[in-house]
């Protein structure tokens, strides 16, 4: 039995949905399978977590997930000695737990994080397959069940927040980008429960919206904020002031732009 059978014949999870927008699936299953490390890149809220978590639950394995941030250290993912009941103790990280027990460890938005993390993963996403502990003395080799997954978003980057080439060619990379119309659509009517007629212009405009990226907004309208606004929505709010809190609010805090984007939105939005 290979490794693959024997993830999904383990217990039966509730699988999140996804609609995939290409062979991302396959590609999944593939790297895991052969023990590859995946890096995924896209837009904030294109669906890269939602992925992820639906992967994870499809493979039957358990998913550990990480939201990096500018404080999170390797030690944070490693672990560290804590005091217990008076006793010095060893606690495992969560990208520790996860090399002894095996299963997925999501690093979200990996560039937030500080630089030494980087160095702690180089040695898990090469042939060696494992996680030096210097505090501890050990040198943990991955098991065949154990994948790592990172996601960035290119959009955000800069000179003091890159993932560096050598850091980048350890990955096999899938790149996320927002679903065509008819498939958002059907996304969206799913997850919020409004009927598609009626969210067809909410995607309409957030795909005008998105024309206006590194214009007069850093980032675009993502998939997550329309499922909100058509939520909204189907909650009763009106369909503009539903806009304006899930779709205009969380863009920009100037009040000349948002005045700009209110008027593209009434060009779409009867």
Known sequence: M??????RERAHVEIPPYIPGGNECALFEMAWTRQLPLLLKGPTGCGKTRFVSHMAARLGLPLSTVSCHDDLAAADLTGRYLLKGGDTVW????????????????????????????VVLHPLTDDRRILPLERTGENLVAPPGFMLVVSYNPGYQNLLKALKPSTKQ?????????????QEIAVV???????????????????????????DIEEGVSTRLLVYCAAL?????????????????????DPDVKVALLEVASGVIA
Do not use: H, W
């Open 2 to 7: 290979n490794l693959l059978s024997s993830a």
């Open 189 to 215: 009517s799913a997850e919020s429960g409004l009927d598609e007629a009626r969210v067809a212009p909410l995607v309409e405009l957030a795909r005008r919206l998105r024309q206006l990226k590194d214009q």
């Open 233 to 253: 929505v189907d909650s009763g709010m009106p369909v503009r002031e539903a806009v304006k809190a899930a779709m205009i609010e969380p863009l920009t805090d």
């Open 91 to 118: 606690v495992d990280g969560p990208l520790t737990k996860s090399v002894r027990d095996g299963g997925i460890c999501y690093l979200d938005e990996i560039v937030e994080a500080r630089k030494d993390v980087a």
């Open 170 to 182: 350890r990955f096999v990379s899938i790149e996320f980008g927002f679903l065509p119309k008819a």
